[in-house]
């Protein structure tokens, strides 16, 4: 792809860029990608349907516009939309509440949550607001997909057993779980065990086996993506030998065969507004998740992803979803795992994966409906195993306990109120963990390395003082939450006896002085004048100059701006020794002029 920026239409239509250099070669590759992806993707979207409580031609709807629109609006050359895992048991917990799975309401209301998805990322995208994912934290993103992989794991015991059993949480699910044992169907047991064991074997196993058959190793990496399609097939030729098929077994059940229909989603305001909340967390789950997969796989080909673009791109397909009778998508990791590695070099592949799913669904829906649920919901299983990081969870508590904090409880609340509930909690805490981290900064009083220019934490290294020159270093910007903690800070320097005649803040790792900041360095400057002690600034950054320039605090400072913390100390040490060899500045004017 033709590197960014792009401009004029290519800016809102990438495909206007990319598709001016396209030729038969890139076109061969991208087919080749595209029948890989959708051979994959067939049983993934049939399975993840029904794990958001659809039928599972929905999941093969939204397999097909969504992934036309993204290849007009996307801009990664190798990221697979369609349903996913997370989204999908999102869009259950989320529609749940409106009617019961599977019934008319249920199919609407899914509709208006593929619209409102669609909406708001479409909205966010346009407004290049992108940058506001970022408030959600890897290790959060981590505790809450890891958990929502043992909550889909647990949710598919139902159909692995052949049982009736409802909970949208862990504790519910184990709950009902003895009361329904009685009515267990031992072929559906037999048939999804040995899914089970079949697709953990093919996918642990399957590569080295094949590298032993004279397989190369590339080829051998993608047919064990389609082990999925080998065990479906498997048990339901066995099954159907058997005679349990549709009896014993259950299967899918009719696809209808045919292209999507064309539909507008329900005009119903309140239930618009109840599912609002939950469209927010699904558009920002997905995205995030879609879009660290895009620039990941882009890094490793040297191209670069819009985090912008892709927020339209991933809106528009959902919206398509909502007019043909889908349900909320978003970027897959496995699915475009392999379509990278299957050689994709446009999102042309998307496309052409598109005709291939339409081709199926015209002429292989008889052979679809007889699928068995007991071995989709195993494909489920072995696919969310992957989800499931529990050395990330030892990783971030050593690494940083803050962190490590927020990570478990988005876990624990995902798994025992819920899906909806986790996000929530996650990025609340997320939020409030780096609001109690910025208000109070590590700080460290410095001083002089002998025989160097360089300050260091008197507590950490040995280093040459003055007690009549304190330097005070502040390792985050000044803002309103914080500014207490500064003061207590100078407080308890200036307190001690004997006290500085000098203080020097030292600010090289300053980046911004909020308003609230400004008054208190105000009110601190005023009252340590009142005492006889000097108020010093070292190493300010040239924006935070700019800024302090248009204030009073330069030329009623009780001393100076210094270019750098040496020549602070050069002008200071000794009260009135002539500086070593860099000269001080002395003038606020000087200082801006110099200011770094």
Same mark, same amino acid.
């Given at each position: 792809?033709?590197?960014? =920026?792009?401009?004029?239409?290519?800016?809102?239509? =990438?495909?206007?860029?990319?598709?001016?250099?396209?030729?038969?070669?890139?076109?061969?590759?991208?087919?080749?990608?595209?029948?890989?992806?959708?051979?994959?993707?067939?049983?993934?979207?049939?399975?993840?349907?029904?794990?958001?409580?659809?039928?599972?031609?929905?999941?093969?709807?939204?397999?097909?516009?969504?992934?036309?629109?993204?290849?007009?609006?996307?801009?990664?050359?190798?990221?697979?939309? %369609?349903?996913?895992?997370?989204?999908?048991?999102?869009?259950?917990?989320?529609?749940?509440?409106?009617?019961?799975?599977?019934?008319?309401?249920?199919?609407?209301?899914?509709?208006?949550?593929?619209? @409102?998805?669609?909406?708001? @990322?479409?909205?966010?995208?346009?407004?290049?607001?992108?940058?506001?994912?970022?408030?959600?934290?890897?290790?959060?993103?981590?505790? /809450?997909?890891?958990?929502?992989?043992?909550?889909?794991?647990?949710?598919?015991?139902?159909?692995?057993?052949?049982?009736?059993?409802?909970?949208?949480?862990?504790?519910?699910?184990?709950?009902?779980?003895?009361?329904?044992?009685?009515?267990?169907?031992?072929?559906?047991?037999?048939?999804?065990? %040995?899914?089970?064991?079949?697709?953990?074997?093919?996918?642990?196993?399957?590569?080295? @086996?094949?590298?032993?058959?004279?397989?190369?190793?590339?080829?051998?990496?993608?047919?064990?993506?389609?082990?999925?399609?080998?065990?479906?097939?498997?048990?339901?030729?066995?099954?159907?030998?058997?005679?349990?098929?549709?009896?014993?077994?259950?299967?899918?059940?009719?696809?209808?065969?045919?292209?999507?229909?064309?539909?507008?989603?329900?005009?119903?305001?309140?239930?618009?507004?109840?599912?609002?909340?939950?469209?927010?967390?699904?558009?920002? +789950?997905?995205?995030?998740?879609?879009?660290?997969?895009?620039?990941?796989?882009?890094?490793?080909?040297?191209?670069?992803?819009?985090?912008?673009?892709?927020?339209?791109?991933?809106?528009?397909?959902?919206?398509?979803?909502?007019?043909?009778?889908?349900?909320?998508?978003?970027?897959?990791?496995?699915?475009?795992?392999?379509?990278?590695?299957?050689?994709?070099?446009?999102?042309?592949?998307?496309?052409?994966?598109? +005709?291939?799913?339409?081709?199926?669904?015209?002429?292989?829906?008889?052979?679809?409906?007889?699928?068995?649920?007991?071995?989709?919901?195993?494909?489920?299983?072995?696919?969310?195993?992957?989800?499931?990081?529990?050395?990330?969870?030892?990783?971030?508590?050593?690494?940083?306990?803050?962190?490590?904090?927020?990570?478990?409880?988005?876990?624990?609340?995902?798994?025992?109120?819920?899906?909806?509930?986790?996000?929530?909690?996650?990025?609340?805490?997320?939020?409030?963990?780096?609001?109690?981290?910025?208000?109070?900064?590590?700080?460290?009083?410095?001083?002089?390395?002998?025989?160097?220019?360089? /300050?260091?934490?008197?507590?950490?290294?040995?280093?040459?003082?003055?007690?009549?020159?304190?330097?005070?270093?502040?390792?985050?910007?000044?803002? /309103?939450?914080? +500014?207490?903690?500064?003061?207590?800070?100078?407080?308890?320097?200036?307190?001690?006896?004997?006290?500085?005649?000098?203080?020097?803040?030292?600010?090289?790792?300053?980046?911004?002085?909020?308003?609230?900041?400004?008054?208190?360095?105000?009110?601190?400057?005023?009252?340590?004048?009142?005492?006889?002690?000097?108020?010093?600034?070292?190493?300010?950054?040239?924006?935070?100059?700019?800024?302090?320039?248009?204030?009073?605090?330069?030329?009623?400072?009780?001393?100076?701006?210094?270019?750098?913390? /040496?020549?602070?100390?050069?002008?200071?040490?000794?009260?009135?020794?002539?500086?070593?060899?860099?000269?001080?500045?002395?003038?606020?004017?000087?200082?801006?002029?110099?200011?770094?």
């Amino acid at each position: 792809m033709t590197p960014l =920026p792009r401009r004029g239409w290519a800016r809102w239509l =990438p495909i206007l860029d990319w598709g001016r250099h396209y030729h038969a070669g890139l076109l061969g590759q991208d087919l080749l990608a595209s029948i890989i992806v959708a051979l994959m993707l067939i049983p993934q979207a049939l399975a993840y349907a029904m794990l958001a409580g659809l039928p599972p031609v929905v999941g093969l709807y939204a397999s097909l516009v969504p992934l036309v629109i993204y290849t007009l609006l996307g801009s990664s050359a190798t990221l697979s939309v %369609g349903p996913m895992a997370v989204v999908s048991l999102m869009t259950a917990a989320a529609l749940a509440p409106v009617a019961p799975a599977g019934s008319a309401a249920y199919i609407a209301a899914a509709l208006v949550l593929a619209l @409102l998805s669609g909406a708001i @990322l479409l909205i966010m995208g346009l407004c290049r607001l992108g940058f506001l994912v970022n408030f959600l934290s890897h290790p959060v993103m981590t505790g /809450f997909v890891s958990a929502s992989g043992l909550l889909i794991a647990a949710s598919q015991i139902k159909s692995l057993l052949g049982i009736e059993l409802s909970g949208a949480t862990l504790p519910a699910l184990a709950q009902a779980l003895p009361g329904a044992l009685p009515g267990l169907s031992l072929p559906t047991l037999l048939v999804g065990l %040995g899914s089970l064991a079949l697709l953990w074997a093919i996918r642990r196993h399957g590569k080295a @086996l094949l590298g032993r058959c004279g397989v190369p190793t590339g080829a051998a990496a993608m047919l064990v993506k389609l082990g999925p399609i080998v065990t479906i097939a498997l048990a339901a030729a066995i099954a159907g030998g058997a005679g349990w098929l549709g009896g014993e077994v259950a299967v899918i059940g009719p696809i209808p065969a045919g292209l999507p229909p064309l539909r507008l989603p329900e005009w119903d305001p309140a239930l618009w507004r109840s599912l609002l909340g939950s469209a927010v967390l699904i558009s920002i +789950v997905g995205y995030v998740e879609s879009v660290s997969v895009a620039q990941a796989l882009a890094m490793r080909r040297g191209e670069r992803v819009d985090p912008d673009q892709e927020l339209i791109g991933l809106g528009g397909a959902n919206l398509a979803a909502a007019f043909t009778g889908g349900m909320p998508i978003t970027g897959g990791f496995s699915r475009s795992v392999v379509n990278f590695d299957a050689g994709a070099r446009t999102p042309a592949a998307s496309a052409f994966t598109a +005709v291939g799913i339409a081709l199926a669904m015209l002429c292989l829906s008889p052979w679809l409906g007889v699928l068995p649920l007991a071995t989709l919901a195993a494909t489920i299983v072995i696919a969310t195993l992957s989800l499931i990081d529990l050395p990330a969870f030892a990783r971030v508590w050593r690494y940083a306990r803050g962190e490590g904090v927020a990570m478990t409880a988005t876990a624990l609340a995902t798994l025992i109120l819920g899906v909806d509930v986790g996000i929530v909690v996650g990025v609340g805490m997320s939020l409030a963990l780096h609001l109690y981290g910025t208000s109070r900064p590590h700080s460290a009083e410095v001083g002089r390395i002998p025989g160097t220019e360089h /300050f260091r934490n008197v507590r950490r290294h040995a280093v040459e003082t003055d007690a009549g020159v304190a330097i005070l270093r502040v390792d985050e910007s000044l803002y /309103f939450a914080n +500014v207490r903690h500064l003061e207590d800070l100078i407080t308890a320097v200036v307190n001690r006896t004997p006290p500085p005649h000098d203080l020097v803040l030292a600010c090289q790792a300053i980046n911004v002085i909020d308003a609230s900041a400004l008054e208190s360095l105000e009110s601190l400057n005023r009252r340590l004048r009142e005492r006889g002690i000097g108020l010093h600034l070292a190493e300010v950054k040239g924006p935070v100059m700019d800024r302090l320039s248009r204030t009073e605090l330069l030329e009623t400072l009780n001393g100076r701006v210094f270019l750098s913390t /040496f020549d602070a100390w050069c002008a200071l040490h000794g009260r009135g020794a002539a500086p070593l060899s860099h000269p001080c500045l002395a003038t606020p004017a000087a200082a801006h002029s110099a200011a770094e």
